[in-house]
C-alpha cells in the first residue's frame, strides 16, 4: 500500500555516507589530493564544443575506471601477500556486491559485474550514482591496521592512509624510541635529542610510507596502474603522527575547556617541535582544539625541498617534501583511565576535517598567478571605460567602446590560454570562493584554543593566506562589475541606436504625412475648385452664377488654409486656436459668398424674364402666298404691342 519515494534512500543515506574514518592512536596518516585532468579546446582546437564537453565527461569516467583499477588490484596484492589473513573487508557493499566508483564488483571474487540499471535496485542505484562517493578499504597491514580511504569530488579525488600502530607499536623499533625520547626530552634538547628527533621524523614521515611503497613490487600491476599521468596531478601531500596520552602521559592532569588554566601544551610542545624539519626556520603554528582536549602542531608554511643524494646525479632528486603535523591527543581519562576523553569517532572527525581543511585552503589558490594577471588585465580596462564615454555628455562612443570589448575579450582568452582550460574567469572565481567557504565553515568546528607563544591555526591561515583569499573575492567583484558596465554600456548605446533609429522613422512619418497633408490641400484647394468651375462654365449660363465657382474656389483655398495652419501647430492649444481661426477665415468667406449669391439671384432673375419674352404670347398671321419666283427674304415677326 505505501511505497518508498525514487529519492527516498539518497534523501535518508546520502547525508550519512560520507562519514569520517574511525581509529585509535598511536597512528600515521597519508593524505594526497590529485587533480583530475580535463581536455580544453587548447588541445584539441579542432573538436566541436558538445564532442569537447563529452570528452570531458569521459575523462573524468577513465579517471574513475582507474581509480576502480588501482582499489581492485590493491586489495589482490593484499590477498596475494597475506593469504591466511582475512580479506580487506570494502565499503560501501550491498549484499555481494562492492560499489566502486565507476564499475560494480563481486565482494568474493571482486570480477566486474553487470551494473544494468534494470538489474539494480533502487538502494544499489543511489549507492552509484551519488554525488559523494567514497570508497574504504579495511585490511591487516603487517600487524598494523591499515585504512585505506578513496574520495571524488567536482575537480579532483583524494587518497587517504592509516597506518594504527596500536598499542606497541606495531612491534617498530622506531616507536620505542619515540617513548624514550618524549620521556627524556627536556625543554634545553642535547645534541643527542636533536639527531634523535631528526632520525624519528625521517622514519614517521617518509621512510615508514617509503617502504610500503616499495613492497608494492615493481613491474606489477600495481606499478604500472600508479605510472599512469593522472596520478602525477598531486597539489595536496600530507603526512601526520597522531600520538596520544597512552604513549606518554603528562605529570599533571590537564585542564580543559576554554579555561585561563588551559596550558598543558607548554609541557609537550617543547618535545614535538624538534620532529619538524627545519622548525628554527620557520614558524610554526600550534592550537589546542576540541576544547583543550588535542593539542595540533604543524608548520603549514614553505615546505623545505628535500634532496635524494641519490638521484641528485641525475637532476631528479629535488623535491618538496609532504606537510608534516602533529596530534597529541587525551584519548584516556588522566586519573581514570578506564574512562574515555577523546573517542575513536571524535579522532577520526578532527583529522578528516584538518586534511579537508587543507586541501581546500589550497584548492582555493588554484591558478592564482593567472588571476593576478586578469587583476592587471581589469585595471587596463578601465581606461578603455573612460575614453569609451564622454564624461561631459554622458555620451558612448562605439569605436571606443569595440576596443574595451576586445580588451576584455582578451583577458579571458589569455586567462584561458594560460591555464589550458575552458572553464572561465568566472567559473574558477566561484571555485575558489567554494574552498574558501568550505574553510571557513569547517574550520569552526574545531573548537580552537590559543597556545601561548604560537599563532591559533585559524589565525595562521588568515595571516598567511588572507591577502589571496581576499584578492579572489575582491577580484570576482571586479570582474562581475566589469561585465556590468560593458553591459550598461551596450544597452545605452543599443537604446540611443534605438532612438535614432525611432526617430528617423517618427520623421519619416511626419514627412509622408506632411505630403498627404500638401496633397490634400491641393487636391480640396485647388484640383476640386477648378473641375467644379470647369463644370461650371459649361452648364451654368449666366456669368453671375459663375461667380459661386469663384466661391467655391476661394472656399477650397480657405479649406487648404485650414488644413495647413493646423498641421503646422505641434501643440494641441495651437492646433485648436489654428482650427478657430481657420473656421472663422471660412465662415467669413462663406459670408461674404452668401451675399454675393443673392445680388446673383436677383440679376439672375432679370436675365431670365428678358429671355423669355411676354407673359402672354401673341398670335402671329399666316404668310401670304406669293408669287413665283419669289421668296421672302425674311421672316416678319410681329414687334410685341405697346402697353
Known amino acids: 500500500m505505501f511505497d518508498l519515494s525514487d529519492d527516498f534512500y539518497q534523501l535518508n543515506a546520502g547525508a550519512h555516507r560520507r562519514r569520517a574514518t574511525n581509529f585509535r592512536a598511536p597512528a600515521l596518516t597519508w593524505h594526497r589530493a590529485f587533480w583530475i585532468a580535463l581536455p580544453s579546446s587548447q588541445d584539441v582546437p579542432e573538436v566541436e564544443a558538445e564532442e569537447l564537453e563529452r570528452r570531458r565527461q569521459f575523462a573524468v569516467k577513465q579517471c574513475k575506471s582507474l581509480v576502480d583499477d588501482f582499489i581492485v588490484a590493491f586489495r589482490r596484492f593484499l590477498i596475494a601477500r597475506s593469504p591466511h589473513s582475512d580479506p580487506p573487508r570494502m565499503h560501501p557493499t550491498v549484499g555481494r556486491k562492492v560499489f566502486l566508483f565507476e564499475k560494480v564488483v563481486d565482494s568474493t571474487s571482486f570480477d566486474p559485474v553487470a551494473n544494468d540499471n534494470a538489474k539494480l535496485t533502487k538502494a544499489e542505484k543511489d549507492v552509484l550514482y551519488s554525488d559523494a562517493r567514497v570508497v574504504v578499504m579495511e585490511f591487516d597491514w603487517d600487524g598494523m591496521a591499515g585504512t585505506i580511504r578513496l574520495e571524488f569530488h567536482t575537480e579532483y579525488f583524494t587518497i587517504t592512509t592509516f597506518a594504527q600502530l596500536g ?6 623499533k622506531q616507536y620505542a624510541e619515540l617513548v624514550d625520547y618524549l620521556n627524556t626530552a627536556s625543554d634545553q634538547p642535547s645534541a643527542d635529542d636533536v639527531a634523535k628527533a631528526e632520525r624519528l621524523r625521517k622514519f614517521f614521515f617518509f621512510d615508514f610510507w617509503q617502504e610500503r611503497m616499495n613492497s608494492l613490487g615493481e613491474g606489477g600491476a600495481l606499478e604500472k596502474i600508479m605510472s599512469d599521468p593522472r596520478f602525477n596531478n598531486i597539489f595536496a601531500d600530507f603526512c601526520g603522527m597522531v600520538i596520544s596520552n597512552k604513549t606518554w602521559r603528562l605529570d599533571e592532569a590537564p585542564v580543559f575547556n576554554q579555561s585561563s588554566d588551559l596550558s598543558w601544551g607548554k609541557r609537550i610542545d617543547f618535545k614535538l617541535l624538534p620532529l619538524f624539519a627545519e622548525f628554527r626556520n620557520y614558524e610554526c603554528a600550534a592550537s589546542y582544539m ?181 584578492f579572489i573575492n575582491r577580484l570576482g567583484i571586479r570582474y562581475g562589475r566589469a561585465v556590468n558596465v560593458l553591459s550598461s554600456f551596450d544597452q545605452y548605446s543599443l537604446s540611443v541606436r534605438t532612438q ?38 459649361h452648364v451654368l449660363v449666366c456669368d453671375e452664377m459663375k461667380k459661386a465657382a469663384i466661391g467655391l474656389f476661394t472656399l477650397g483655398i480657405g479649406y487648404a488654409f485650414l488644413r495647413i495652419a493646423a498641421f503646422k501647430k505641434k501643440k494641441l492649444v495651437e492646433q485648436i486656436f489654428a482650427v478657430c481661426a481657420g473656421l472663422l477665415a471660412v465662415t467669413l468667406i462663406v459670408l461674404v459668398l452668401y451675399a454675393a449669391g443673392w445680388i446673383a439671384k436677383d440679376d439672375s432673375a432679370a436675365c431670365q424674364s428678358e429671355h423669355a419674352g411676354p407673359a402672354n404670347p401673341v398670335s402671329v398671321a399666316a404668310p401670304q402666298p406669293t408669287a413665283p419666283g419669289n421668296s421672302p427674304a425674311a421672316t416678319d415677326v410681329p414687334n410685341a404691342p405697346k402697353p
Not at 598499542?167 to 617498530?172: K, Q, R, S, V, Y
Not at 574558477?428 to 573548537?447: A, G
Open 500 to 537: 535614432q533609429i525611432d526617430d528617423d522613422i517618427r520623421r519619416g512619418q511626419d514627412d509622408i504625412k506632411k505630403i498627404q497633408i500638401y496633397g490634400e490641400a491641393v487636391l480640396g484647394g485647388v484640383l476640386v475648385p477648378y473641375y467644379l468651375i470647369g463644370l461650371a462654365s
Open 290 to 470: 576540541l576544547d583543550g582536549r588535542a593539542l595540533y602542531m604543524s608548520t603549514l608554511g614553505p615546505q623545505q625541498q628535500a634532496v635524494d643524494q641519490d638521484a641528485a646525479k641525475d637532476g631528479k632528486g629535488l623535491h618538496l617534501s609532504p606537510l608534516q603535523y602533529i596530534f597529541y591527543v587525551h584519548e584516556l581519562d588522566h586519573t581514570r583511565p578506564e574512562q574515555t576523553v577523546v573517542s575513536k569517532w571524535q579522532l577520526g572527525r578532527l583529522i578528516d576535517r584538518i586534511h579537508l581543511l587543507g586541501t581546500v585552503r589550497l584548492a582555493a589558490l588554484k591558478y592564482l598567478p593567472q588571476l593576478r594577471q586578469v587583476g592587471d588585465g581589469l585595471s587596463g580596462l578601465d581606461a578603455h571605460l573612460k575614453k569609451a564615454r564622454h564624461e561631459q555628455t554622458g555620451g558612448i562612443s562605439n569605436p571606443d567602446l569595440q576596443s574595451a570589448h576586445r580588451h576584455f575579450g582578451g583577458i579571458a582568452t589569455e586567462f584561458n590560454k594560460e591555464t589550458r582550460t575552458d572553464s572561465g574567469i568566472f567559473y574558477r572565481i566561484e571555485r575558489s570562493r567554494y574552498y574558501i567557504e568550505q574553510f571557513n565553515t569547517n574550520v569552526k568546528t574545531l573548537r580552537i584554543g590559543r597556545l601561548e607563544g604560537y599563532q591559533r591555526y585559524d589565525e595562521f591561515v588568515e595571516h598567511r593566506l588572507g591577502p589571496a583569499f581576499d
Open 167 to 172: 598499542p606497541n607499536g606495531g612491534g617498530l
